[in-house]
């Protein structure tokens, strides 16, 4: 498959979707997308946004290898290969918004809904699963 791709890493093709962190495009497979994943990092639900210098190139990395452990496992993902630094093909599927949120310490929403210290640390890791949907405020 030709994967036509800028000088900047970024995709040539019709953008189907833009986040915070990733960008999807078309390719002329209509059963696969292109995920370009962005330097640009936000909190507070995009209050405060930044770009962090090759953030885009190691949520590249960390995913693919995320992604084939799972397969290797069993466990099927959208996922098929790792196209350069900051480019993925993969399934083009529907994406049920659930957000994943892991936590070693407390901080941001959890440390003021739950009324913690921030920067305490908890004997265990929580995990928050959050509706993902900005105009709500992610909700639990």
């Known amino acids: 498959m030709n994967f036509n791709i800028d000088a900047q890493g970024v995709p040539r093709s019709t953008m189907l979707y833009e986040g915070k ?3 999807v495009f078309m390719t002329e497979d209509p059963s696969r997308v292109i995920i370009h994943y962005k330097d640009d990092a936000s909190a507070y639900n995009g209050i405060k946004r930044a770009q962090i210098a090759n953030k885009g190139i190691w949520n590249n990395k960390i995913s693919s290898i995320i992604y084939r ?3 290797e496992d069993g466990i099927k993902t959208h996922f098929i290969e790792r196209i350069d630094d900051r480019n993925q093909l993969c ?3 529907e994406v049920i918004p659930i957000e994943v949120i892991v936590r070693n310490r407390a ?3 959890m440390a003021r809904r739950l009324g913690l210290q921030t920067g305490m640390k908890p004997e265990n890791v929580i995990y928050e ?3 993902k949907n900005d105009e709500l405020d992610d909700p639990l």
Request: net charge positive.
């Open 69 to 71: 452990h799972l397969e």
């Open 129 to 131: 699963y959050c509706y």
């Open 91 to 93: 399934l083009r599927v």
């Open 107 to 109: 901080a941001g929403t």
């Open 21 to 23: 962190a990733k960008q």
